[in-house]
């Protein structure tokens, strides 16, 4: 009955959706259709104005009426009945993209396994004697592949199982006497064992990378994520200290206003008083006048002489004698004040909008950087030192703009400060050193020690390299020595006298290198920088040891 179920869906199926027909019409030739099929397929024939059969071709016109063949319909019910399934799984027919069974006739079924050894697709009613007789048991089953052939060997037209290891292909059992003779070669199945294990290992790897570079990925959006909070609270920051700017100069712009304004009352004051006793001295001396004319017209004489005496007497003038007339330059000397002010103020954020500004550009997430290799690239990273006459003892002369320093037989004249070594004959530079910095040092004679340091006044009364804020490579009668916490550490390479420093402050890189045709790494630190570092110099003597701080640009 099964088997019978099996026929009828094949015989009973719509050629074009491949399925069991569904609402069945027949055409004029006698072949029959799912009805919404056949009138899609005719749909696109409509401008030939001529339909055809899609099995056997024959024409009509005009577009035949498609009636529902009752028997057919009552047919398809009754199947739906006996068990029919869609799509059930061992009924699959095979598709363009599928493998289809090699045994099946007529309609063809997907193919569920494919034989190497048979070298065939079969679907799972045809692969049933490969699981159920002994024949078949050695033969190696696979997922169904189109390549099958692919494994016939070209020249004999056999199986390809084994494998030449010297010309890396597969070949057959006869290859070995003829094409690949005297070659390496092994069954295939040892080969895949071989490489079998090698995948693992590959994957392994694969796997572990995976799992770092996840990891790497994960960190790199922390340090996005850190990188944004720190520009957005920069940001907060800056706004607040340039707002803070902004009002310390309004404020002060108010305070200028107000005591111009405070002086300009009390000028004007001053001058209205001197105005009001002038004009006192006016009326009182127009007064004077009349009473003077009054009297030259009296015509007694006695009259004259008895008055003429307290008429002519005179108040004491009011004293103008210091008055000085200057339109509109009274307070000309404020306006330069503040005028200068601007100047040095704009000088000052010239200044250090420029420091400001490397410091921006120096902010460098820490991803991987590869060291300079050549003297050329290391150039590109040259840092222009100068050394600080603050921090210099007493007896290091600092010459040609604080690049070069000898050792003097006498003290030098500095002013005193809390910044200045004592103990030892070193200089620290006046530039803060962070970002990727690369500068020379180069020494004409005596011992010298090329140092890299943190600022700090605990450490003035300490040799360079004798604390945990020192860095130091001392270089002297032909040899090298690297110091740090007071630890030392010898160091070969060839001698020069000239010595170059590369700091990566944010990867944590110090590398000193000897300077000459070629450079050659010395030594190379790595660890966590914690504030700005600083150039130095140390000198072990004698009186005109010199050093210089070399001119890269």
């Known amino acids: ?43 696109g024939e409509d401008e030939k104005e001529i339909y055809s059969c899609p099995q056997c071709r024959r024409t009509f016109t005009p577009r035949p009426v498609l009636m529902k063949n009752t028997m057919l319909a009552d047919l398809m019910e009754e199947l739906k009945k006996t068990g029919h399934q869609d799509a059930p799984a061992d009924l699959c027919y095979a598709g363009p993209k599928d493998v289809s069974c090699d045994v099946c006739t007529g309609r063809k079924l997907k193919s ?60 057959c059992y006869l290859c070995p006497v003829d094409e690949h003779k005297g070659h390496d070669t092994v069954s295939a199945a040892a080969e895949r064992t071989e490489r079998q294990r090698e995948l693992e290992v590959s994957r392994l790897n694969i796997q572990q990378r995976i799992q770092d570079r ?97 008429v002519s007497q005179l108040s004491e003038p009011t004293d103008s004698s210091s008055i000085d007339i200057r339109p509109l330059k009274y307070f000309e000397d404020v306006t330069a004040a503040v005028s200068e002010l601007r100047d040095k103020l704009q000088d000052i954020l010239k200044e250090e909008w420029t420091n400001i500004s490397l410091t921006v550009t120096e902010v ?43 050792v003097m037989g006498e003290k030098q004249y500095y002013f005193s400060d809390s910044d200045r070594f004592t103990g030892f004959f070193q200089v620290l530079s006046r530039e ?11 020494k004409d004679r005596g ?50 006298s000239r010595v170059g420093v590369y700091l990566d402050h944010r990867a944590g890189i110090l590398s000193f290198y000897s300077v000459s045709e070629t450079m050659t790494l010395l030594h190379r630190v790595r660890t966590t920088f914690t504030q700005p570092l600083y150039a130095g110099v140390y000198f072990y003597g004698p009186t005109g040891s010199t050093v210089e701080l070399c001119k890269l640009h």
């Not at 692969?127 to 099958?148: G, I, N, T, W």
């Not at 803060?432 to 180069?442: A, D, H, K, P, Q």
């Open 1 to 43: 009955m099964q088997q019978g179920v099996r026929l009828d869906q094949e015989t009973f199926s719509c050629s074009i959706c491949l399925d069991l027909l569904k609402n069945p019409v027949t055409l004029p030739c006698g072949h029959s259709y799912c009805i919404s099929c056949i009138n899609n397929f005719w749909d």
């Open 447 to 496: 011992g010298v020690s090329v140092v890299v340091a943190y600022k700090d006044s605990d450490t003035l009364n300490e040799r360079f390299g004798q604390n945990k804020k020192s860095w130091a490579l001392d270089f002297y009668k032909r040899r090298y020595e690297f110091r740090h916490d007071d630890i030392s550490t010898p160091v070969s390479g060839p001698c020069s």
């Open 214 to 310: 996840e990891k790497d990925v994960k960190l790199l959006q922390q340090e996005v994520e850190s990188v944004s909070h720190s520009a957005d609270k920069a940001v907060e920051d800056s706004e607040k200290i340039f707002t803070e700017l902004i009002r310390l100069l309004q404020k002060r712009s108010s305070d200028v206003k107000q005591q111009i304004r405070s002086q300009q009352e009390t000028e004007v004051s001053r001058i209205k008083e001197l105005q009001e006793k002038l004009q006192q001295e006016i009326t009182e001396l127009k007064r004077k006048d009349a009473e003077l004319n009054q009297l030259s017209h009296t015509e007694d004489h006695n009259q004259f002489l008895h008055n003429y005496p307290s």
């Open 432 to 442: 803060s050193l962070t970002g990727r910095c690369y500068w020379e040092v180069e």
């Open 112 to 171: 569920s396994k494919s034989c190497l050894n048979c070298l065939a697709s079969y679907c799972e009613k045809h692969l049933q004697p490969h699981y159920e007789s002994s024949a078949f048991e050695k033969h190696k089953l696979v997922d169904p592949s189109k390549k099958l052939q692919e494994n016939i060997c070209s020249h004999h037209d056999e199986v390809m199982k084994m494998f030449c290891r010297t010309d890396q292909q597969s070949i």
């Open 364 to 406: 460098d997430v820490l991803l991987p950087q590869p060291e300079p290799k050549t003297r050329a690239e290391f150039l590109k990273y040259a840092h222009e030192i100068t050394l600080d006459p603050n921090t210099a003892h007493v007896r290091l002369l600092l010459c040609e703009r604080n690049t070069k320093a000898t």
